[in-house]
């Protein structure tokens, strides 16, 4: 079981975290902050490069914490979060991501939500300082406030798109 953890872990943290890096960077294919802060603009969020550089590090602080085992229900908290946001933009194209759709922010949520209930396994830094297992009751209070701020996030940062060829062709037809 410890092995199938630790590989758990050091697969989707090593994703998540890249996912980040890409956001904030122009590695592993990414395109910048401006190129981040674009993809959020597109999105429907306001924020600017803040936004893109919360959500980027975001990422990357809780895929490493998740690599290392550490701070496992926080950093699957943190993960929950930015992927809930995730699924709220691709909702609209369905479930699968062929389409686009929320599939694999899926998949992250629910895993990182299973992390955060089974504990990262003997072979983590969690492991090694003691904690060795965390309170039912934290695991899912981290899995809800998880959801809770990706929701609370999309409400607060996100804002109707309009089409700009709409408002001016309006504007002239008066």
Known sequence: MD??????????????AGHGVQKVSFRLGGHGLAG??????????????LTALAAGT???????????????PMAAMVAIGVMTVAITVKWRHGLWVQNDGYEYPLVLVVVTGALSLTGPGRWSADHAVGLNSYPVWLSVTA?????????LTRAIMHRPLTDERTTVDARTSD
Do not use: Y
């Not at 092995?3 to 998540?16: A, E, M, Q």
């Not at 981040?36 to 490069?49: C, I, L, P, Q």
């Not at 975001?58 to 496992?72: E, M, N, R």
């Open 3 to 16: 092995t199938g953890l630790l590989i758990l872990r050091l697969v989707v943290g090593l994703l998540i």
């Open 36 to 49: 981040g802060t674009e993809e959020f603009r597109r999105d429907g969020f306001r924020g600017g490069s």
């Open 58 to 72: 975001g990422q990357i602080g809780s895929g490493l914490f998740l690599v290392f085992g550490a701070l496992t």
């Open 143 to 151: 899995i809800a406030l998880g959801l809770a701020s990706g929701l």
